[in-house]
């Protein structure tokens, strides 16, 4: 894949080594080091797509014994995060604008984010992300959108 991201390179580097997707996880988690606190190994990642598990433990719940809303977020920040450098065109730039979410069930088991958006939407303008997440049965606990701005890259002097 010639025309390959620079994330995309080191995500498939990374799988060709032992341990590679925990690898390029915790390289990525570092971009944004809160992401580091749900423990997220990225499951899958390519161009308008990512997908990312993490395990309900101790640290992520809440009073109720739940995944926690805000490690929910986590999860799909991170997961559109992936998504956005993955599939941006040289030329742009993104930064998050705003998210909407609701929460459809109880999360009360380990926890799959899948991100996707339009593969035709990366110009200038508002971009929205698709993000959702499931528990292990498959039920969807968090569903939402994430706004991200795209803009050009200034030109450099």
């Known amino acids: 894949m010639m025309n390959e991201n620079y994330l995309l390179k080191l995500y498939h580097k990374t799988l060709k080594l ?61 997961a559109m995060g992936a998504l956005a450098e993955a599939s941006i065109p040289k030329h742009l730039r993104w930064i998050p604008k705003g998210m909407t979410v609701t929460y459809t069930a109880k999360a009360d088991s380990d926890i799959r984010i899948v991100a996707s958006a339009d593969e035709n939407a990366w110009k200038p303008g508002d971009l929205p992300v698709l993000v959702q997440g499931f528990r292990a049965d498959g039920t969807l606990v968090i569903d939402g959108v994430i706004t991200i701005y795209i803009s050009e890259k200034p030109t450099r002097k």
């Not at 990525?28 to 990512?50: E, G, H, M, Q, V």
Request: net charge positive; with cysteine; aromatic share 12%.
């Open 18 to 78: 032992p341990f590679g997707r925990a690898l390029f996880s915790r390289i990525f988690a570092k971009k944004a080091p809160y992401f580091s606190t749900i423990k997220p190994t990225i499951a899958d990642l390519k161009p308008n797509y990512c997908e990312l598990t993490f395990k309900k433990r101790k640290a992520v719940q809440n009073h109720i014994g739940t995944v926690h809303a805000i490690a929910l977020c986590n999860g799909l920040e991170m």
